[in-house]
Structure formats: C-alpha cells, structure tokens
C-alpha cells in the first residue's frame, strides 16, 4: 500500500472506529513502524482523516 491508493476498511474486530467500514478512503499518508500505519481520507461527505493499521485496510485500485 502507497499514498494514492484506493482502500477499504476491513478489519471489523480491531477495535478502531467502524464508520468508515463500506466506505472507500485514499492513503494521504504512510508512517513508519511495526504496524505500518496508513492515513486515510475517506470519500464519503465530510469524511474524517484516520489512521489505521496496514492489516486493518485492503486496497480497492492501486496507483501506479
């Protein structure tokens, strides 16, 4: 997973927000670390800027 790719949450037993479950987000931002965490902008109206793990997101369309 890279900036720009389109992402899905699919993690409902982690324990993190669930709101943005059916919802597509784009990664805005990719920080280091154990967990690989991924900001996302999610694409519905207002959508909130998240971080999640990476294990947490699946990717829907990948940037090239």
Not at 3 to 23: A, F, H, I, M
């Amino acid at each position: 997973m890279k900036v720009g790719d389109l992402v899905r949450y699919t993690n409902e037993n982690s324990g993190y927000p669930r709101q943005c479950d059916k919802s597509v987000g784009v990664i805005i931002r990719c920080i280091a670390g154990t967990d690989q965490r991924k900001v996302v902008q999610w694409l519905y109206e207002n959508g909130p800027v998240c971080s999640y793990p990476a294990e947490c997101l699946e990717v829907v369309s990948a940037t090239r």
